[in-house]
Structure formats: C-alpha cells, structure tokens
C-alpha cells in the first residue's frame, strides 16, 4: 500500500506562497494513501486556472485538460476504467461559470467518482476578475463598482440535482479536508466536495481569517443528521452556504455504472475487442 | 415470379417510387414495409427522404429507386405516386414522367395538375382504413395498392407486414394483410389488372443488407471495437447513437447521451486517453462546439474518432437538406495547428470500413480523425453489398503494456521523440507508465515546457506524425480514359449520380473520368494530381456554395486554370440530368 509520499512528486507548483491549494493537494495525497490507493490507479483530471495544475503535482496519472471540461473527460476515463480512482479538480471559474453544465449533469449521473473544488470566489490565473462565487459587491478588475450579480450557492444546486454526496472544507483544516476526501473516494457515486481555498493575491476579502470567523464546522452542531436532504437544504440556506463537514451523503442510490444494462464489473479497457463472426452475421441479419 | 420470353421483353429494370403526405401520416413507416418487401425479392434499392425539422405535419415523402441492378443515385423522375393529401400532388406531380401513375386517397378528390400527363387512380384509403378499424392503416391501403399496380406477389408483402406488426399480435396482422388486400383489390379492378408498362424484370432473390449510412457507420464502429459512445442528439447523426445504445450492451458498452456536444467530445477523449476505443457523432452546429476539443486531442495525441454528418449550415441552416459545406471547418477548425485525418466515405460500404479504418488511423497516428458523411449518405436507405468480416482488423498502433516501473518518480516518457513522431502510448492503471497529459505545451513527458527549443521540436513531432500516413483509398478512380476531355471529381453521396450522369456524357461522345476525393485531410495531391494530368478539364461537384472542395484541389494540387465549379446548395442532392447538363456547359 502506499504512503502519501508515494503520491508527491519532484514538481514545484507554480502556486503563489500561502495559496490554499497546496492543502488541497497535501489532502488528496493523504486520502489517497488513506483510501489504500496505488499511484498508477489514481487519474486526476483537472481543468484550467491556477487550480487546475494540481494534476501535474501529484504522482498519479495526471490529466490536465481544458477549461471547464475536467468533469466529461473525468467521467469518460471511470467509464472506460471503472477500477482506477478518478478525482476531477479545479477552480469555482471552472466548475461553477464555464463548466456549469457538466457540473450539474456529472451530479445528476452519479458516476463514481469524486470532484474537488477549490473556491476562491475569484480568477486568479487571469489575474483577479469577479467569479460566480463572488459576494454582491465585491470589486475585482472586471466590477471596478463591485459585482451586481447574486453570488452562486452550488451546494443548494448540487442538493436539487440530486447529489448523492455533498461536503465542504477549508484549506486551513487539513484534517477534515483529508477525511472527506477520504470519504469521497469511498463513496459510491459522484462526490462533490467544494473547499474554501483562500487566493492570497487577489482576494482580500475571503482571507483565512475571515473564514475562520465565519464558517460553521457541522460537527459541532447539535443534532445536525447528513442523510437529511431537507435538513442539509435548510442548513445551507441558513447559513448561505458557510459550514464545513458532510453536509448529505445518500448512501442508498447506486452509480450510474452500476445501473447501465450490460455493464460488467470487469473494466472495459480489460475487455475483447474483437466482435465473433457469429455475432456479426447476427448483427447484419437485422438489416435484411 | 415466372415469366415467357415475351414478357420478358417488356419488363423493365427499374422505376421509382414515392409516398408524401403529412409528417406523422405514416410515409415513413409505409415506406419501410414496401421496401423491405422489395428487398425481401432481391431488388436494389436507393431511397430519398425529404422532411422537414417538425414531428407532426408538413410535407413530407420518401423516394424509392428501384432496380435490378446496383444503384447510387435519386432518378431524375418518377413512376408512381402515392399521395395522401392534393399538396403531396402538387409539390411532387412535375416529377412524373409521362403516363406516370399517381394513387391517391379518394378522400380529398384527388385533382391532377394542369400539365401533368398522369394516370389517376384515386383509391378510397382513409375510407377502407377507417372500415377496417382504425385510419392508421390507410398507409396498408396505399401500398397494397401499388404495389399490386405492379403485379408483384401478395404474400411477399404479407410477409412483410408480419414481421412489422407481428409483436402487437395475430389480430393486428391479419388486419394489416386485409388492409392490403382491400387496397390491392380495389385499384386492380380500377386498372383492369396490374400495370402492363410498370412491370419489373425479376430481380435476383436475393436479400440485400438494407440500411442507411448511419447504421453502417454505427455497425462500423461496434466491428472496430467502439464500446462508448458519448453524444447529443442532433439530425442528422442521431441514428448512429440509437443504434449503439441498442448494441452496445450486448458487448459490455454504453452510449452516454450528455448535456452537450462539449461534453460528448470532451467524454469521448477521456474514455480513448483511458484506453477504450470511444466516439462521438453530430452534425455542423455539434462540431463547432466541438472545436476546442479537437485541439485538446491533438495536442495531448489522444485517439479521438468523430463522425459529422453533414446538413445544411450555417447555424441551424437546413437541418432537414442535404449539403456538404463543413470541409473547410473540418479542416481549419481548432485554433493552432495540430494533426487531423478527415476521411469521407463515398457509399454505404464505405461507411462501415471507414469506420474500422477511422479508429484504427486514430490509435496509429494519436490524433482525432474526422468521419465526414453528408445527410443524403447518413440517411437515404440503400442496398449495401455483403459486408465482410475478414477485413474488420483492429490495430491498436503503438499502444505498450507491461512497462517495466520507473524509479524515483522518473516519469514514462509518453511524448518521446521517436522516429516518425508517433511515441508509445500506455494507458492509466499501468504502474511503470506514469505520466502527465496537458494541453499546455509540454516535454517528452507530459510536463509543461515553454522552452523555445522543446516547444518547436514537440510541434514538428505532433505535425509530422502524418507525413506517412496511410488511407485506404484515398480516392477512388474510375479512369477509362488515358486523356479525358473531363474529370468530374466528387465526394460523399455524389458518385452514383457523377456515374449515371457520365453514362450520357461519354454518349455524346465527352470521354470523362471520375475521382471521389475520401481522404479529405491531408488531402492526397499526389494520388489525384496523376489523374489531374489525364484531363483537359476538371469539374469539382459538390453541394455547397463556395466550392470548398474545389479550394483544396486548387491548393494543393495548383490546377486552378482547369478547375469549374459545379455547386449547388438549395438542400437537395445533383440529380443526374443536372450533372449532366451543367458538366457539358462546362466542358
């Protein structure tokens, strides 16, 4: 079994210093090695922006792909080999503006997989304009006068999308981020976990520290019971969005491959190509 | 069907056939048990279909050619007739030829245009439908009535009509057969018998595949060793998906129906970089969604196999018609520069081997390859040779396995400069073949690099990879003539109908050659400049309105001064008289 060493290797991320995605990184090496994973069986898929590196930071198969697309490519990858892991990652710009759709649709199909991102409620790569996660108000280069439009809430989404498991961290708690993770991994279907990833450049507003004051840790709230959908909605709303912790896992519902007619355990990569003449002359017969 | 000698002598080869009325009226279906009752007798058969972008209501018909001999192309007119409203009379009737026939339902007294020679026989359709039961059947009604007016067996038909109804039970069929009969019965008396000059010579007995492109492609693919398909409904290419989702379970696959073309390419590469061979299928408006992806597969050399089938553009365009205005799109789309093969099957055959050739050429050379078909060839139902096993080879191209593991996290070196640039390829899950992917500019491993050096090396790599590139058939000649006063040069749908047309040309005494361009990118200068060279002038066909196609000769093969431009983009296909008129104006 591996160490979480085992899933570093000798690149140096282009991040800047303090950034909250070396957490995000340190976390999924941790809960890989946690989950009992080999490098070889982890695909990272990610999309573009300062997080969408990652993959190229962890010793893995590494995919790094383009802007808002990690989701499909990440799907396609379980579907063709459903014994790798996969972890689909990137930035709020990603998943929540220009990946938005696949973000919905990867939810609603529930392949196995788990989806990491990491919001900094601004694009950093492009050098701070305002993103969907942006708070009414805020001013970046794109709203000198602060942003007008209603900031996203994706765990309310995600929830009506039906999202069979919904988390949320903070780079700052390596220890609940390697854990859900964790659980992520081990859960079957699509897990979206959204991490507070604080960008150290070019938001001054959403810093550590305003974090720390104003997130709510679920473990800490008295009777708060994740297998509740209207609960964890409620709980969202109330808080508009700012809790950590699990907020719902469904653990009845089965994946999507697990659904598919036809579908073996056995990976299809490992499988025969070659159709038996037999069922080729079956197949023409149904054009005569 | 026995007949004498002298019979014989007054049957003819072939006749066309048609049926219109409004959408959801029962054309399709009317059309589909006709023409597998004819191809139940061994008959060759071409079909048209003429519809429009709505589920219930608007014209619409679909065209049969019917031969004893193999056939390409739409006929220029028509013998039969059937109509289930007076518009299908008036938007259809100019095709007639003289002393056509039209059957028509007695319901709407049937009125013959002024100017059209035609036999009548106005048959009470709806009427004998609705005694049987239920007016759905009229579409029983009509065809027993033509096809008794061509004097062809009952039970062939019955048979037929069995097969299509037979799962609602005896009951519904034996209704169906009454339907026929009645109609069959009705305009017997009316014509006094079948009719004498519609007779047609025996075919062969023997049962053609029947299929459109899209099956084809769709069965060309399951045969190549596709088991995912991810995709997004659009006409004309939707058919390709229907048919996998039916197959692909049978052989451990799936189609995954996404949220957009995006995703259906974006789904498509990352089930190829895993290592199953997958692909997606749409037209125009799907493609050039598609675009940014395309880059991605060529930029990370990940196998991607993509089919369009072409309709009219731009935007929604004639989503309905036929056209071939994405060539240049298939060629130049993407931003930057990276390896592409577009390929272009030219009949029914092809769609299925190009297939099998198209997910083979994307696992040699690592790059995407475009499937290009056109709406006439995606979904005009046609007679298709027998199709043959032994050619379906899977070649898996550089594809390693079993990769001795790296030491200190030395990365598999997966872009590695290699002699005709196409590196090894290993797929997740291998333990010595970690690697990188990104559609940054990167090293041998996958890392990016902005090294101005690294960067110029891996472009020359990626761009060269198809210097030696193999097709099957890049073009497809048919050159009788060692100088040729024409060289007609087509693709996709056109070759039957160029063939046909070049019949009269080579009459009136016009000696012509004829070239279909398949592989459209790279495009095959060497292969089509020997036969440039034979002609004294060259006519480039195709259905759209620039003449994209004729750009590429003049491009690559500089024949500018011989090259005319034989366009037509009104959504149809060439008809061959067109072909042969506009070609000797040219000439």
Known sequence: MATFKEFRNNVKPNWCPGCGDFSVQAAIQRAAANAGLEPEKLAVISGIGCSGRISGYINAYGFHSIHGRALPIAQGVKLANRDLTVIASGGDGDGFAIGMGHTVHAIRRNINMTYIVMDNQIYGLTKGQTSPRSAVGFKTKSTPEGSIESTLSPLEIALAAGATFVAQSFSSDLKQLTSLIEQGINHEGFSLINVFSPCVTFNKINTYDWFKENIVNLETVEGYDASNRVMAMTKLMETNGMITGLIYQNKEKRSYENLITGFRPEPLTNQNLQLSVEDFDKLLKEFK | ?587
């Open chain 2, 1 to 587: 069907m026995r007949v004498t000698l002298k019979e014989w002598a007054s049957l003819i080869s072939q006749l066309s056939w048609k049926i219109g009325g409004q959408q959801g009226e029962g054309v399709e279906s009317t059309d589909r048990i006709f023409s597998t009752a004819l191809n139940r007798l061994g008959y060759y058969l071409y079909g048209y279909r003429h519809f429009s972008s709505r589920i219930k209501g608007g014209h619409t018909n679909n065209k049969i050619r019917i031969s004893t001999k193999p056939i390409r192309a739409i006929s220029d007119d028509l013998d039969i007739l059937v109509a289930f409203d007076q518009e299908t009379i008036d938007l259809n009737a100019h095709e007639l030829r003289q002393g056509g026939v039209i059957v028509a339902d007695a319901k709407f007294n049937p009125v013959v245009p002024e100017g059209v020679e035609a036999r009548l026989f106005a048959v009470p359709i709806t009427a004998i439908a609705e005694e049987l039961g239920t007016s759905l059947m009229k579409n029983m009604v009509a065809s027993g009535a033509s096809w008794a007016l061509l004097g062809l067996p009952l039970e062939v038909f019955n048979k037929a009509v069995e097969e299509e109804f037979g799962r609602k039970g005896p009951a519904v069929v034996e209704k169906n057969v009454e339907a026929v009969r009645r109609g069959a019965d009705f305009v017997l008396e009316q014509a006094g018998g079948p009719l004498g000059d519609f007779q047609l010579e025996p075919a062969d007995g023997e049962q053609k595949l029947f299929m459109i492109g899209n099956d084809a492609m769709a069965l060309g693919a399951l045969a190549a060793g596709c088991r995912i398909m991810a995709a997004y409904p659009i006409t004309p290419a939707s058919e390709i998906m229907e048919y996998l989702i039916k197959q692909l379970p049978k052989f451990g696959g799936t189609v995954v129906q996404t949220e957009d073309e995006i995703a259906a390419v974006t789904m498509s590469i990352g089930s190829n970089y895993a290592g199953v061979r997958s692909m997606t299928a749409s037209a125009g408006p799907g493609l050039s969604l598609m675009m940014e992806a395309i880059g991605l597969a060529g930029m990370t050399e990940t196998p991607l196999v993509i089919v369009n089938t072409q309709r009219g553009g731009p935007s929604t365009g004639l989503p309905t018609k036929q056209e071939q205005s994405d060539v240049n799109a298939m060629i130049y789309g993407t931003h930057g520069e990276i390896p592409k093969i577009v390929i272009a099957p030219s009949s029914i055959e092809e769609c299925f081997y190009d297939m099998v050739e198209a997910f083979n050429l994307a696992e040699r050379y690592q790059c995407p390859v475009i499937v290009l078909t056109d709406l006439q060839l995606s979904l005009g139902k046609q007679s298709c040779e027998p199709l043959d096993y032994e050619r379906i080879v899977i070649d898996r191209g550089n594809l390693v396995t079993n990769v001795p593991p790296s030491e200190d996290n030395v990365l598999f070196k997966r872009y590695e400069f290699v002699e005709g640039g196409v590196s090894p390829r290993v797929l997740p899950g291998e333990k010595g073949g970690l690697h990188h992917v990104t559609g940054v500019e990167h090293d041998e491993t996958g890392r990016p690099s902005e090294s101005a050096i690294n960067r110029k090396k891996m472009m020359d790599k990626r761009l060269h990879k198809l210097d030696n590139l193999q097709v099957t058939n890049a073009i497809r000649v048919d050159a009788p003539h060692e100088d040729a006063d024409l060289l007609i040069v087509g693709m996709g749908s056109t070759g039957g109908t160029i063939d046909q047309a070049r019949v009269q040309l080579e009459q009136d005494g016009i000696k012509t050659n004829h070239v279909t361009v398949r592989q459209i990118y790279p495009f095959p200068t060497a292969q089509f400049k020997a036969y440039a060279d034979r002609a004294k002038q060259i006519v480039v066909l195709e259905n759209n309105a620039t003449g994209q196609l004729a750009n590429q000769i003049k491009l690559n093969v500089g024949v500018g001064d011989k090259v005319r431009n034989l366009t037509k983009y009104d959504g149809t296909p060439f008809l061959p008289s067109e072909v042969y008129k506009q070609s000797k104006e040219l000439v």
